[in-house]
T-cell receptor, first 109, second 115 residues
Framework: RKEVEQDPGPFNVPEGATVAFNCTYS??????FFWYRQDCRKEPKLLMSVYSSGNEDGRFTAQLNRASQYISLLIRDSKLSDSATYLC??????????FGAGTTVTVRA | DVKVTQSSRYLVKRTGEKVFLECVQDMDHENMFWYRQDPGLGLRLIYFSYDVKMKEKGDIPEGYSVSREKKERFSLILESASTNQTSMYLC??????????????FGPGTRLLVL
């Protein structure tokens, strides 16, 4: 079983729409959680950390459910520039991050 | 501004060749990582290093070795390249810490094709 699993999508949404997707992780001892963003043919970059109480960063909201071992990302008022692959990332133990394969979001005009 | 550079963006090698991929970071980070990224599989950790001359195996170290002689430089070596090592190779670095502090900063990647 993969340590981090994501729905690959793609999620095709119109501008202004809300889109949400989850990822699940297998190791209940996982310590930290993140969303990274990867544009086509570019390197991944940190989008936001995910905190136990949930957190927002502008139009992006991340939630963590430790009991069910999933993390979610919600994007409100989607922009064309939000088109990317979103990588769910879990810190399993010191130094090591486990990456999901990514969820692709395409925002259309 | 944070900067991780990789020696090549594209590389074509023949089966059996020895391949060197170099990564340099200018952020004085202790931790450095090598991943490969393949469609549908995500990023998989090959090796990482948390200090000069220290190295640890990741999830898929077979067929690879690494070298960290200086803090800013982490090299990945394919001793005898094989076609199943055709992939995108990404280097990253980070500081030790928790939460936002442990953000990994990635280089632009090297797309390696082994013929």
């Amino acid at each position: 079983r993969k340590e981090v699993e994501q729905d690959p999508g793609p999620f095709n949404v119109p501008e202004g729409a809300t889109v949400a997707f989850n990822c699940t992780y297998s190791n209940s001892a996982s310590q930290s959680f993140f969303w990274y963003r990867q544009d086509c043919r570019k390197e991944p970059k940190l989008l936001m950390s995910v905190y136990s109480s949930g957190n927002e960063d502008g139009r992006f909201t991340a939630q963590l459910n430790r009991a069910s071992q999933y993390i979610s990302l919600l994007i409100r008022d989607s922009k064309l520039s939000d088109s990317a692959t979103y990588l769910c990332v879990v810190k399993v133990h010191d130094y090591k991050l486990s990456f999901g394969a990514g969820t692709t979001v395409t925002v259309r005009a | 501004d944070v900067k991780v550079t990789q020696s090549s963006r594209y590389l074509v090698k023949r089966t059996g060749e020895k391949v060197f991929l170099e990564c340099v970071q200018d952020m004085d980070h202790e931790n450095m990582f090598w991943y490969r990224q393949d469609p549908g599989l995500g990023l998989r950790l090959i090796y990482f290093s948390y200090d000069v001359k220290m190295k640890e195996k990741g999830d898929i170290p077979e067929g690879y070795s690494v070298s960290r002689e200086k803090k800013e430089r982490f090299s990945l070596i394919l001793e005898s390249a094989s076609t199943n090592q055709t992939s995108m190779y990404l280097c990253a670095s980070s500081k030790p810490g928790t939460g936002q502090q442990e953000t990994q900063y990635f280089g632009p990647g090297t797309r390696l094709l082994v013929l």
